[in-house]
DNA sequence: TTGAAAGCGCTAACAT
DNA sequence: ATGTTAGCGCTTTCAA
C-alpha cells in the first residue's frame, strides 16, 4: 500500500509572481502579456502564455481594478425578475455590452425604495463605471449617491420626470391617455380596470392617471376596478374578470395595466362565448411574446423593453469611451398602440 | 449677476482618509465603525457616522476585498434568462443569501459551452466566495478552473452525472421514465414528441432518453417529432401542434419538452374541440406558474426550481460558516407527477 | 523590450 | 478604545 504524501496543501489562489516564476519573466512582463498591452517580444509572450495556461492561472480582478482604478461593470438596478419585462430589457443590456470590455451586474429592488437604496449603496461600493436605473423615483439619499457617484447613470422605462443624468424610455402617462382615446374613439363607454396592487409600482400609476386623465375629459369615470398581488398573474386575470362582469354586467371594456392578466380575462371571456371585441373589448399593456400564441390577440402597446436595454447600454458605453461625446442623453421613445382582435378599430 | 467659484473639482471618490479627517479618527477606527468590527466608543462611533453620511462616503469594496481576501459574492452561473425557469431559481438563491453576507453575481451562456467557460474565467477572476453552476455538462477547462478554484461549488438543477463538488437538482432521465410510464399506464399508444431544437440542453436530452428508455422497453417508438427554435413557445407550441397532428392524425399522445409549447397545442386542440385527454393526451414539463390560469390543466413534473435554488444557496453558505460542516452535499429531489386535466389517471 | 519601485484603499495584526 | 505598520496582487510610472 502506498503512502500518500501529506502535502497539506492549501489550495492557495495563484498569483503572477507565480506565473512570473514559472516563466523566468518578471511580473510587470507577465502582466503585460496578459493584458496584450505594451511591447513583448513573441518570444517571451509565448512562453508566458504557456506558463500560464499550464498552472491554470485566472487574474485577480480585484488587484487589477484597485491599481488601475479601472473597473469595467455596470450596475444594473431593476425591480424584478420574475415578470417577463426585466429580462427583455437586460437581454438588451447585455447585446450592447457583449461588444465592450464592460460587463453587467444585476441588482433587485422588489419595487421597495429602502431596498433600492441599500442595493444601490452595495454596486457601488464596487465602484462601477457606469448605473443603468429603473424609474425616476428614488429616495433621497439614492439620487444623491447617483449624483455625487461621478459615473455615467442611465435611469430607463420612464420618461415622465427629471433624470439625473441621462434617460430612456417611454412615457407611460400617455401610454395611458393614447389607449384611453383609442377605446372612446371605438365607442365603448362603460370601462373597468384591473392592476397589480402596488403603490409602488409608479410607471404602472402613471399609466393609469393618463387613462383616468382622458375619461375625465370626456366626462367619463371608470367603473369599476380591482387590484391583485402574487399568485400567477393568468388565473389572477381569470379571477378578476369573473368577479368583475358578475358584479358589473354593464361593462363594455376591460383595461388590464399588463398582458397577463388582460390574457387572463381574454380567456375567461371566450370560454364564457362572449363576444369580444363586439361586446367587451379588451387592452392591456407591454406588448408580450406570450400574446402571439393566444388563440385572439389581446389589444396591447409596447413597453420598447429590449430598445430600451440597448440605447442605455449605449449611453453608458459612449459616455466612458469619450466623456466629451456628444449623443442623445433624453431618449423618450413613443410606442403605438397594438389593436389586435381585442379593440375596435375606428 | 454672481460669478460662480471655478473650483474644477474633479469629483474624486471619498476614501476612508476622507473620512477620518473630517472627523479627527484615524483610519483604522474609521473602518472599525463602518463594520461594526472592534470596540469603539458609542462617542467616536457617532462622530465617524455622522461625517460619512454628511460627505457621502461610500466604502470600496474592492480595496477592502483585496485587504481582507474575502469576497462576499457568489458566482451563479445560467444558460438564459429569458425562460421563467431561471429567474425562479435565482430568486430561490436570492431568498437564502439574503440572510447572509453574500451576494449573488449572475452571468449568463446561453447554452454555449464555450460561453460558459468564457463567463465562468470572468466571473472566478472577482474571486468569488462560490458558485452555484446549472448542469454537470462542462468543457474540460471549465471543470479545471472549478476544481481548482478552492471554493465550493454547486451544480444545480440535473443529477444524473457526477459532480465536482456538490450538487442539487433532479434526475431528468428519471422525469422522463415517469412520463412515460404514466402515459404508457393510461392506455395511450401512439406518441409524439415536440421539443426545442438544443442540442446543448442536456436536461431535455436526458429526459427524452428516459422517456425512449421507457417506451422502448413496451416495445413502443414516437412516432413522430418534431423540433423548434426562438419565437413565442406558446405560438411554436400550436403551430407544432396542428402540424404534426395533420401529418400524423393517428397519434394519441403529445409529449411535449416544456410546458410552454404544452400549453400552446392544448389551446390549439381545445379550439379544435378535440377531446382532451380522451382522444388526445398531453403532458408538459417545469411546472410553471402560468398553467393555473389555462381553461385545463396540464399535466406536467415540477422542476424544482425554487427548492434548487433555495437548497444549493444553503449548501454555499453552510460551507462558508464552517468549511467542516458535515451537510448534505449530493441532493436530489424527486418531483411528481401532476396530472392535471390532460392525461387520464390509472 | 524588459524590469524595479511605488502605491491603489483598505484591513490584519500588532502596539499602546 | 485607539493608533501604527505592513501588505493584499496588481498596474502605473519611470528607468535601463
Redesign the pocket.
Known amino acids: 500500500m502506498q503512502v500518500s504524501p501529506v502535502t497539506t496543501e492549501t489550495k492557495r489562489?495563484l498569483?503572477?509572481?507565480d506565473v512570473s516564476e514559472a516563466s523566468g519573466?518578471?511580473?510587470?512582463?507577465v502582466?503585460?502579456v496578459?493584458?496584450n498591452?505594451?511591447?513583448?517580444?513573441d518570444?517571451?509572450r509565448t512562453r508566458v502564455l504557456a506558463a500560464a495556461k499550464e498552472l491554470g492561472y485566472v487574474?485577480?480582478k480585484i488587484?487589477?481594478a484597485?491599481?488601475?482604478?479601472?473597473v469595467n461593470l455596470v450596475a444594473v438596478i431593476i425591480p424584478s425578475l420574475s415578470n417577463m419585462v426585466f429580462p427583455e430589457v437586460l437581454t438588451g443590456i447585455n447585446q450592447v455590452l457583449e461588444d465592450t470590455e464592460l460587463q453587467p451586474v444585476v441588482g433587485v429592488t422588489d419595487y421597495l425604495p429602502e431596498k433600492e437604496e441599500k442595493v444601490l449603496y452595495e454596486m457601488l461600493s464596487w465602484r462601477p463605471s457606469g448605473v443603468i436605473i429603473a424609474g425616476l423615483e428614488h429616495t433621497e439619499a439614492a439620487r444623491a449617491m447617483l449624483d455625487s457617484a461621478g459615473i455615467p447613470v442611465v435611469e430607463i422605462m420612464d420618461t415622465d420626470g427629471k433624470p439625473v443624468d441621462a434617460m430612456v424610455g417611454i412615457s407611460h402617462r400617455r401610454a395611458g391617455r393614447e389607449m384611453a382615446q383609442a377605446i372612446l374613439k371605438a365607442g365603448y363607454q362603460h370601462i373597468g380596470f384591473m392592476g397589480t396592487k402596488m403603490p409602488l409600482d409608479h410607471r404602472a400609476r402613471k399609466r393609469f392617471e393618463g387613462f383616468t386623465e382622458v375619461l375625465g375629459k370626456h366626462g367619463i369615470e371608470i367603473e369599476d376596478r380591482e387590484f391583485y398581488s402574487g399568485g400567477s398573474a393568468l388565473a389572477k386575470g381569470r379571477e378578476m374578470t369573473k368577479a368583475m362582469l358578475d358584479r358589473s354586467p354593464e361593462l363594455d371594456f376591460l383595461y388590464y395595466s399588463n398582458d397577463m392578466i388582460g390574457a387572463g380575462g381574454l380567456l375567461y371571456l371566450l370560454e364564457q362565448g362572449i363576444d369580444v371585441p363586439g361586446q367587451i373589448g379588451l387592452a392591456g399593456f407591454n406588448n408580450v411574446e406570450l400574446l402571439q400564441g393566444l388563440p385572439r390577440k389581446l389589444a396591447t402597446m409596447d413597453a420598447c423593453r429590449l430598445e430600451i436595454g440597448r440605447k442605455a447600454a449605449e449611453i453608458i458605453a459612449a459616455q466612458l469611451a469619450d466623456p466629451n461625446t456628444e449623443i442623445e442623453t433624453r431618449i423618450t421613445l413613443t410606442p403605438k398602440i397594438s389593436y389586435g382582435d381585442t379593440l375596435k378599430r375606428r
Not at 498591452?37 to 517580444?41: E, H, K, P, Q
Open positions: 489562489p498569483t503572477l509572481r519573466v518578471s511580473e510587470m512582463t502582466s503585460r496578459l493584458r498591452r505594451g511591447d513583448v517580444s518570444a517571451t487574474p485577480n488587484a487589477g484597485l491599481a488601475s482604478s479601472r
